[in-house]
T-cell receptor, first 111, second 114 residues
């Protein structure tokens, strides 16, 4: 079955440093979604990427979808304490609407 | 709109007991999902439904049953709870239109099986 690998599992940064999490799928995807889960909370949708090579930005967050539609990344510039949480990617294979979630990357920001 | 709600928020069971978790959504979404979340394991799909009266197995379906008798409700049942089912359970729903299939999650149910 489809596998979605996400690295790193944890990332400690000093406030103001940048952060990147990477997601790789074993199969070609129709789209990839990113979610954020604050400690003690539930996953909240951030963005969906559909097109090969697509890049989208949300303020300090930059999302990329690879040319082969098998990998993606989330980059946060100048992290803030409000960025703390676990970031999940979810890959949707072609011909399906059912996503497979990566294991997530937990971001810890030290003030 | 309440979005996605889950009942109960917390529950403690003894091994062998049964229970039902209720998920309700008021967004008229066709797709609904049950996930479990364990430390370091991300979100694993238990069962899902693509419409009223339909259900399908996900990645980790053993020990669970589901029903979708009404479009807005998705029930997750544990017939004989085991300690391995101690987890946080999330329900989600999605509106599938073309390329758009964003998932909306409920607040979760924290289940402990002793």
């Amino acid at each position: 079955g489809q596998q979605v690998m996400q690295i790193p599992q944890y990332q400690h940064v000093q406030e103001g440093e940048d952060f990147t999490t990477y997601c790789n799928s074993s199969t070609t995807l129709s789209n990839i979604q990113w979610y954020k889960q604050r400690p003690g909370g539930h996953p909240v949708f951030l963005i969906q990427l559909v097109k090969s090579g697509e890049v989208k930005k949300q303020k300090r967050l930059t999302f990329q979808f690879g040319e082969a539609k098998k990998n993606s990344s989330l980059h946060i510039t100048a992290t803030q304490t409000t960025d703390v949480g676990t970031y999940f990617c979810a890959g949707v294979p072609g011909g399906s609407y059912i996503p497979t979630f990566g294991r997530g990357t937990s971001l810890i920001v030290h003030p | 709109n309440a979005g996605v709600t889950q009942t109960p928020k917390f529950r403690v069971l003894k091994t062998g007991q049964s229970m039902t978790l209720l998920c309700a959504q008021d967004m008229n979404h066709e797709y609904m999902y049950w996930y479990r979340q364990d430390p370091g394991m991300g979100l694993r799909l238990i069962h899902y439904s693509v419409g009223e009266g339909t259900t399908a197995k996900g990645e980790v379906p053993d020990g669970y049953n589901v029903s979708r008798l009404k479009k807005q409700n998705f029930l997750l049942g544990l017939e004989s709870a085991a300690p391995s089912q101690t987890s946080v359970y999330f329900c989600a729903s999605s509106l599938v239109r073309g390329d758009v299939d964003t998932q909306y999650f409920g607040p979760g149910t924290r289940l402990t099986v002793l």
